[in-house]
């Protein structure tokens, strides 16, 4: 009697084509293709949300029988649903303005002082309310949503100050408990010294440290805490000393570095950061650091190309023999473009990575670099998250460079599109 009910509440998704488990990828290092392991025929066994099992469509129909069947007709790859490690999508206003002084020959950085760069977007969202600002994000979460990511770290860092910080992450809290893809918030209030704070770095980082922090942990507002360290943000000194008050309130540590200038790695092995996310500026040592320590070098394509900057040497970092993560940045400076699959496709592309390295940057490695063990590989008690493209061979995906979207995409077991 148990049996039947327990059998009758379970979906068998497919049959699919191909099926990318995303199983048994090392956590760490050069990857090849064959190390992908392709179910032929696949389907997914599914109830509340959670994988039962994958394997065989036909062998699984028969084993489960009066399993609810979801059929998928015509072929499809399906694959698990992307993870974003990196996106700053809670903002107001555009920088346009920015990328067209850009494309005229001014830097970033002179942009910055110019008085555009960060600050105008802090200006923007400073004056956008919590709901406006929810509803921006809302867009840009169901906008990648749909492209089959179906879990996505946001950062704070528009607002630089206590109050103005706490309204985006509550922003960002509104958004995750009313959408359907899952929101790792961040905050990165040490994001560069606010214009309008009258006092030093280190001043700046301390009432961060007391009067923000303990405010964002009582209101469970996030568990992760960020920093941008470079010219024109914040010192390796001031990071050093926040980040020692950071780990000791009980923070999981994530680290901007390495964009402009390299020499962020001791740090970032130093205190334990998880992840390292930028890099372009990296070097030999730096890789070499890296590959000596556990920080997840994430590489943020998007940025690269939404400067006209150099990719990161992601190849040489999975030849050293670290993970390799890529997430895209999304942010209204830096990285316009929102895209991780096309961005994702076009490294591949330039740092010739394989097509398992960059699968598992988006998938399996980026679930590593969140601490969350339940998703990222299509496996039994993991979350329902996939998405299928409309195609017989996995490789014309990353071939289309993004163009080949996700024609159905799964959030926990529900289809989404
Ligand atoms: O990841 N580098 C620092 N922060 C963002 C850019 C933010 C912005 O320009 O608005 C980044 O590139
Ligand atoms: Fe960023």
Redesign the pocket.
Known sequence: MFLIFYECCMTLTGPFKQLLTMDNIPEKGALSDDQLEIISDGGILHRDGKIIETGNFQELKEKYDTTKIEWVEGDYVVLPGMIDV?T?IC?AGS?AE?YALRLSGKS?LEI?ELGG??W??VEKTRKASVEELADLTEQRANRLLKMGVTTIEVKS??GLSVKQELKILKAISLVNKRIMVDIIPTC?AA??LPKDFKGTELEYLDLIVEKLLPEVMSQNLSSRVDI?I?KG?FSFIAAKSYLTKVKELGFDIVI?GD?FNSGTATLANEVQALSL??LEAADEQEIALLAAGNVIPVV?PG?SL??GEPFAPARLLLDAGTSLVIAS?W?????PMGNLLTEASILGAYEKLTMAEVWAAITCRAAIALKLSDRGILRKGNLADFNAFKTDDYKEILYQQGQLKAGMVWKNGEIVI
């Open positions: 990196h700053h903002w920088r920015d970033y910055a760069g960060i105008d977007t860092g528009y990165l994001h560069i941008f470079d943000a901007h964009q996310d930028h943020l940025a939404g400067l940045d942010n209204p400076g830096t990285a």
